[in-house]
C-alpha cells in the first residue's frame, strides 16, 4: 500500500486559509491562499457553515478527494481554529503535579452559558446513521437526515468534529464522525 500524503489546511483566528505541503519528510512550505487561488472558496464554503457571526462547521475535517461538487477535489486535513475551544475547563485546570508554576500556560478557561447547559451532541455512526445523545436519555437516531442538509454535507465533506445545526433539535450541537477515528486496517 502506498504512503498516503496529506497537505493540512489551516485556518488560524486571523481567518485566513494557509496551506502547508506535505511531503515524504513531513511538512513544509506554509503558503497563505487567496479567493483566487485553486479550492479556496469550495474549503472556505465548507468551513464556515451557517452564519459568520457564529461560526460552526469542522473544527477538524479530511477533505475528501471524490468528484462531487462540493468538495474540494484534493484530500488534505483542514483545521479550523475558529471551530475550536482550546482554553476550556480540561486544559486549563493545574496538575497537582505541576514541576514549575511559573511556566504555565496563560491558558483562561472562561465560562461560557453552553458549559452550564446539559450534555448534548450528535455522533455520526456506521451504516451512515447520526444519533443524538443527551445527558439522562438514551440515544436517539435522527429521524431523517434529508432534512438534516447541514449535518449530511459536513459528512460528506470529512468532518471529523465540529459543530453544526440539527433541525431535529432547533439548534447548533457538536458532531462527531466516530467512524473516522477507528484507527486503521493493515491490509
Known sequence: MAEELHDLLVIPSNKKLFRIQANAEGFENPQPLGFYDDNYRNVMNIAQAGDSTEPRGPAFSVLPNKPDPSTSQISCYLINSENLRAANPWTTAAWNSEPNPGKITDLVAEPRNLDAKKLDFLVAGPDGKVWRVQEDK???????????SEIFVQLRNGLVAGSVYCEAANTVLPLVNVTSLYPKEKV
Open 138 to 148: 438514551a440515544p436517539t437516531e435522527l429521524p431523517s437526515l434529508g432534512v438534516e
